[in-house]
């Protein structure tokens, strides 16, 4: 069965109604994606990704002490009591392990809530774009598959588009796969520059490392360096190798 492929520029163009019986994988590579998948590596049990700092505040309420970590910005600007955003400073900063990360960003998180009402929904970045590919392939042959950019407060993000050129890649090496225009134009931009370059070069990335952030941006260049599956079930994601 033919897979189709196909790219959305970002997670304005998520339509709800068009969601069913679609495999959803969201990316936000600088960084909300990354840390997310850096958060799985670290020994996180979960993360609840939310809409805002006030939602992500009521998730934690209730909860023990020492069970959870906040982390979180709003237009790139860390929430006040919150853990820095991003994956380093995040998994060098704070318990992780065996903990619940409560998670909101401007974009990564907000695109995953909108993308609630596909049949599955998961979050990859290039650091752990095959390990995601590997299971789609494996657990929804023939599905749809539409790689979600989750841009920035309605604009294009090259690094995401980079990204989903990665994964549209990847799905291409299995043959049997209709790529869109847009899904075959990331998937250029991939080839044609490297990932490094790629997010150095834009409008985030830049910001970053103005910020002296160049280690963090680096590591999100970084490609196929992590083995999690995070899936969205329920509101949280867990990784989906450990439950499989």
């Known amino acids: 069965m033919t897979r189709r492929v196909h790219v959305l520029m970002r997670k304005e163009d998520l339509d709800a109604e068009r ?3 679609k495999v959803v994988i ?3 590579v600088l960084f909300a994606t990354t840390t ?3 958060a799985f590596a670290a020994g996180a049990a979960e993360v609840i990704p939310t809409l805002d700092g006030d939602a992500a505040r009521e998730a934690a ?3 023990a002490a020492g069970s959870y970590v906040l982390s979180g910005e709003l237009r790139a600007e860390t929430l006040a009591g919150f853990h820095h955003p991003s994956p ?4 060098r900063s704070a318990p992780l392990a065996g903990n619940t990360l409560i998670y909101s960003t401007t974009n990564g998180t ?3 809530m909108k993308s609630a009402g596909a049949n599955h929904v998961y979050a990859a970045a290039l650091v752990n774009g095959r390990a995601v590919v590997e299971f789609v392939e494996a657990q929804h042959p023939g599905e749809t598959v539409l790689l979600a950019c989750s841009g920035s407060v309605e604009n294009f993000n090259l690094e995401d588009f980079h990204g989903a050129g990665h994964l ?3 799905f291409s090496r299995a043959g049997d796969v209709d790529l869109t225009d847009a899904a075959i134009a990331a998937m250029k931009l991939h080839d044609g520059t490297s990932a490094d370059e ?3 070069d834009s409008r985030v990335g830049r910001m970053m490392l103005s910020r002296g952030l160049d280690d963090e941006v680096a590591y999100a260049a970084s490609k196929d360096i992590l083995q999690v599956v995070p899936r969205l079930e329920a509101g949280r994601l867990r990784d989906a190798r450990r439950a499989a």
């Open 36 to 38: 997310i998948a850096a």
């Open 26 to 28: 969201v990316l936000d």
């Open 110 to 112: 907000v695109a995953l």
């Open 88 to 91: 380093l400073a995040l998994t």
């Open 19 to 21: 969601l069913p019986g």
């Open 168 to 170: 549209a890649k990847l």
């Open 198 to 200: 790629c997010l150095r």
């Open 61 to 63: 309420k209730g909860r």
